[in-house]
């Protein structure tokens, strides 16, 4: 299983990004995804989580903010992220699992920096 991260960058306080996903190796559209961030010094924690049907799930800090979702045909599962906050800065990493749950742990991606400025 490989999963490749991208669109981390630099933004501004407010600004957006999406970040994407693309996985390889993986029966995607049975699979569970997830996006995870860690900032320094900080524990590896949940951002959003999407079941295979397509069910999200959200940590309280990004509710309204961010979207999670998928693209099954293209084995891509995606970030949105709008209002971007300086507490908002860490490495996103995506993750995912054969296992129905809205946070998948089994298989990880190298990691996005995304870094938001005030």
């Known amino acids: 299983v490989q999963l490749v991260e991208s669109g981390g960058g630099l933004v501004q306080a407010g600004g957006s990004l999406r970040l994407s996903c693309a996985a390889s190796?993986?029966?995607?559209?049975?699979?569970?995804m997830g996006w995870y961030r860690q900032a320094p010094g900080k524990q590896r924690d949940l951002v959003a989580g999407?079941?295979?049907?397509?069910?999200?799930q959200y940590a309280d800090s990004v509710k309204g903010r961010f979207t999670i979702s998928r693209d099954n045909a293209k084995k891509t599962v995606y970030l949105q992220m709008n209002g971007l906050k300086p507490e908002d800065t860490a490495v996103y990493y995506c993750?995912?699992?054969?296992?129905?749950?809205?946070?998948?742990?089994?298989?990880w991606g190298q990691g996005t920096q995304v870094t938001v400025s005030s």
């Open positions: 999407i079941l295979a049907q397509g069910v999200p």
């Open positions: 190796g993986i029966i995607f559209n049975i699979a569970a």
């Open positions: 993750a995912a699992s054969y296992r129905p749950t809205q946070t998948p742990s089994d298989y």
